[in-house]
């Protein structure tokens, strides 16, 4: 099989189809303050910021930044730590976990969309090859981009 001419598709792909690819991302995938406040919902207590940093890949700067976004909009408080209080504990108000019930509402609507558009065969197909190359990207991730943080 020759993987560098399906990899130059893909590539080519991505570059002549920038804005439906956009446009499918934004409808199936949270990012920045979305997916921090997914992940404090997820973990239903409080986070140290670093962890979170960690967890999304992102530098520790735009972390920090959207904290502060979340913060001023009411969707979280940060505590310093009781064992360190050089860290800081993040996690949901009451106004926070409403506004990630709806994100995690608009995330699950976006997936199902898509999944139901593919129908059931090439969605079972699409959902064990996503896997599989979540699990590869995840194992091998500093390998593929060492110049990447997280």
């Known amino acids: 099989m020759e993987y560098e001419k399906l990899a130059k598709e893909l590539v ?4 002549e189809n920038a804005r439906p690819l956009s446009w499918i991302a934004d409808c199936i995938a949270a990012r920045g303050e979305e997916q921090i406040l997914l992940m404090l919902a997820h973990r239903k207590e409080a986070v140290c910021a ?3 940093t960690e967890h999304v890949g992102l530098t520790s700067g735009r972390v920090a ?3 502060k976004q979340l913060e001023r909009k009411g969707y979280i408080e940060r505590t310093p730590g009781t064992d360190d209080r050089r860290k800081v504990l993040v996690c949901l108000t009451e106004t926070g976990w409403q506004y990630a019930k709806g994100v995690y509402r608009k995330e699950l609507d976006g ?3 898509l999944l139901r558009v ?3 065969e090439d969605a079972r197909e699409f959902m064990r090859l996503l ?5 590869l990207l995840g194992a091998h991730h500093e390998e593929l981009f060492p110049m990447s943080k997280g």
């Open 111 to 113: 997936y199902a969309w």
């Open 131 to 135: 896997k599989q190359g979540v699990n």
């Open 12 to 15: 080519e792909m991505q570059v």
């Open 118 to 120: 593919l129908g059931k």
């Open 65 to 67: 930044n959207i904290l």
């Open 50 to 52: 670093g962890e979170l």
